[in-house]
């Protein structure tokens, strides 16, 4: 009976490592989707700057360029790559790695507030 139950644990947590893997690869995914569509909404306000400072604009062409490689990455790599990354990062610049938190930190509360507001001004939306 003990080894039934140790087995039907095992299981279960099997289970949860899955489904927590399929989760990471759908957000992963999302994460390179908004990241992309980030780096064309950079590229169409380079295009407007072109003709008035088109120093800046060259500039922000290529502040687009890296985010859009940043979302191909975050595309093309495996999760224990990208963790892997991340602790080396944190070991070598972890003010950087403080910044990108904090950064990806204030994103991700713009995004969830613009989310928030859309939902608030569609009619359809219900409350629960």
Not at 76 to 103: C, H, K, M, Y
């Amino acid at each position: 009976m003990a080894q039934s139950e140790a087995s039907s644990a095992t299981a279960g947590v099997e289970s949860l490592k899955e489904r927590a893997a399929q989760a990471a690869e759908q957000q992963k995914e999302t994460g390179a989707r908004q990241l992309s569509g980030i780096a064309g909404a950079v590229h169409a306000a380079a295009d407007q700057l072109q003709e008035q400072l088109p120093g800046a604009a060259t500039y922000i062409h290529d502040a687009a360029e890296r985010i859009d490689h940043v979302a191909s990455d975050l595309r093309d790599r495996n999760l224990s790559d990208i963790a892997q990354t991340v602790r080396r990062l944190g070991q070598e610049r972890p003010l950087a790695l403080f910044g990108g938190a904090v950064l990806a930190g204030f994103v991700m509360t713009r995004f969830l507030k613009s989310a928030q507001d859309s939902n608030a001004r569609d009619p359809d939306y219900q409350r629960t």
